[in-house]
């Protein structure tokens, strides 16, 4: 599978395997990325914006944000598979909220 840039300001760039999870991607970095809800789109805590071209959201990820009256305003890391170059800015950092980590999210 093919490997793309993810580019994080103040970070650097990495190499990331196509279809990865964003936010697992940003994690095996070591890229300070909150999440709580093990990737089921339900927290809405792991948010990126992104500086590039987005990824299609998908049904999950729509209906939450639309849920949670956030729609447009961020993406939500979890939900986003890495399938290009993406540049993105992780707007929750779980050591801003002073979080552990939270459950695994699933590949």
Do not use: I, Y
């Not at 999870?21 to 970095?29: G, P, Q, S, Y």
């Not at 990824?55 to 729509?62: D, S, V, W």
């Not at 729609?71 to 890495?82: E, I, K, N």
């Not at 993105?88 to 552990?100: D, F």
């Amino acid at each position: 599978m093919a490997t793309h840039k993810v580019t994080v300001p103040g970070v650097g760039s990495f190499d990331v395997e196509g279809g990865t999870k964003l936010v697992n991607a940003l994690e095996a970095n070591g890229v300070d990325v909150s999440h709580r809800c093990g990737g089921l789109a339900r927290c809405t805590t792991c948010r990126v914006e992104f500086h590039s071209d987005e990824p299609e959201m998908g049904q999950a990820e729509h209906d939450s944000l639309e849920e949670d009256g956030v729609l447009g305003q961020f993406r939500l890391s979890c939900q986003v598979r890495v399938d290009r170059d993406m540049d993105v800015t992780p707007l929750m950092r779980a050591s801003e909220q002073g979080w552990e980590p939270g459950p695994s999210v699933e590949a």
